[in-house]
């Protein structure tokens, strides 16, 4: 039989759908993989930890390695001088679709791979399969550049991945019914007001995510100190280049006064987002937030 993997995150569409896999399959036949980026809050890996010790599976972390040494999120923005930006998310691709595909290609099984993935998350995942091959878009010849695709063709002719979307039918209020009547209860970090959990902050956090950034000192002087670092005199490319966490437009351009042309600085969208006066950002974009990479689901 095909070994049965999970691909956990944290977040309570991965924690239902592990949860599904064991009371179809078992705990003993069931893996979970968590892909560790290493700008997860501390309560995430405590998480992910905690339940699959409670649900007495295995759990594989994966960590991006790069000259055998491990590659965090904030190993890759001081390489690369800059932050990932919405529109490509140069993190999800390095630091969990490539040690995800990676993992893969060292296992000398057949793999069957679940995802929490639901239709009502957005238009775009609705048109998305509930079952299909996990590599097939590396068969789309339309589709060019993906990772280590030689590899992958190679290792498909002798194994087989399959993906199953088990909750891509269900609401997210049956997402936590199914968790809490499991006897478990879903990342603490939604309690605290998040509507997603993954990175702390992702990149494509909404204002009032970065609010409880702003409410967190740990989380607030990590981020702060990160964009510093990656603006350090010799690291920056000048200060008409400031490498900024946050995207142009994030915060009234009024409120961005450090950098010319309204791109904000951490230190402003935390002052902003404290404000008593501030207009939060009431709703999620169309697409909502997740990584919509071929491998949907590594982020939550
Ligand atoms: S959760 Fe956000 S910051 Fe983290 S890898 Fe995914 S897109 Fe990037």
Request: net charge positive.
């Amino acid at each position: 039989m095909a070994r049965i993997i999970v691909s956990f995150s944290g977040g309570k569409d991965s924690q239902a759908t592990l949860i599904y896999a064991i009371n179809r399959w078992g705990a003993d036949k069931v893996e979970a993989v968590f892909c560790d980026t290493g700008w997860e809050h501390p309560l995430t890996n405590n998480f992910v930890k905690e339940v699959c010790d409670k649900l007495g599976v295995k759990l594989t972390t994966l960590v991006k390695k790069r000259c055998g040494e491990d590659l965090t999120f904030e190993k890759l923005c001081l390489e690369t001088h800059c932050f990932p930006v919405p529109s490509r998310r140069a993190c999800t691709k390095t630091l969990k679709i490539e040690p995800m595909v990676d993992w893969i290609l060292e296992q000398d099984d057949n793999l069957i791979i679940l995802q929490g993935i639901r239709a009502k998350e957005s238009e775009s995942r609705a048109k998305m399969a509930s079952e299909c091959m996990y590599f097939a878009e590396y068969f789309n010849d339309k589709i060019k550049g993906q990772y280590r695709k030689r590899a992958v063709k190679k290792w498909c002719e002798t194994h087989d991945a399959s993906l199953l979307r088990p909750i891509f039918g269900w609401t997210s209020q049956e997402v936590i019914d199914y968790i809490l009547t499991n006897g478990m209860r879903p990342n603490p970090l939604y309690e605290r007001g998040c509507s997603r959990v993954g990175c702390f902050p992702c990149i494509m956090s909404r204002q009032r995510e970065i609010q409880l950034v702003a409410r967190d000192n740990e989380m607030r002087e990590r981020l702060i100190n990160l964009e510093k670092k990656v603006n350090e005199p010799n690291r920056s490319r000048g200060a008409l280049n400031y490498a900024g966490f946050f995207v142009k437009g994030f915060i009234p351009e009024r409120f961005c006064r450090t950098i010319k042309g309204g791109y904000p600085t951490v230190q402003e969208v935390l002052d902003y987002v404290t404000r008593d006066d501030c207009q939060l950002d009431m709703f999620e974009p169309e697409e909502g937030y997740s990584c919509m990479s071929l491998y949907r689901g590594l982020c939550e």
